[in-house]
């Protein structure tokens, strides 16, 4: 049975950082891709980061320069790391495992975890 579980969300004032980390079980961590999508309140889930089996990542450029995304394979960890955080931030964030044939395409999710940025 596939398992993510994320963890590490919470309320961050605007400029305030937060690490997010996905716990992996039941597959073989090393050979898929992992990425994070979000989704606020009335808008379409979209991708933020993905990262392969060889550690190449992506960004949608909206988090650019303020996010980064890393795995740990001995601990079957996905992480994101996110930096100068802005109320659009906002959203629930899910990790998920996937494939990587040209693009990124998540094939299990997690719960999600919900991150807040507000003063």
């Known amino acids: 049975q596939v398992q993510l579980v994320e963890s590490g969300g919470g309320l961050v004032q605007p400029g305030g950082s937060l690490r997010l980390s996905c716990a992996a079980s039941?597959?073989?961590?090393?050979?898929?891709?992992m990425g994070w999508y979000r989704q606020a309140p009335g808008k379409p889930r979209e991708l933020v980061a993905f990262?392969?089996?060889?550690?190449?990542?992506n960004y949608a450029d909206s988090v650019k320069g303020r996010f980064s995304i890393s795995r740990d394979n001995d601990k079957n960890m996905v992480y994101l790391r996110m930096m100068n955080l802005k109320p659009e931030d906002t959203a629930v964030y899910y990790c998920?495992?996937?494939?990587?044939?040209?693009?990124?395409?998540?094939?299990?999710w997690g719960q999600g975890t919900q991150v807040t940025v507000s003063s």
């Open positions: 998920n495992a996937g494939g990587y044939e040209r693009y990124y395409y998540p094939k299990f």
């Open positions: 039941g597959i073989v961590f090393n050979i898929y891709a």
């Open positions: 990262i392969t089996g060889g550690r190449s990542t």
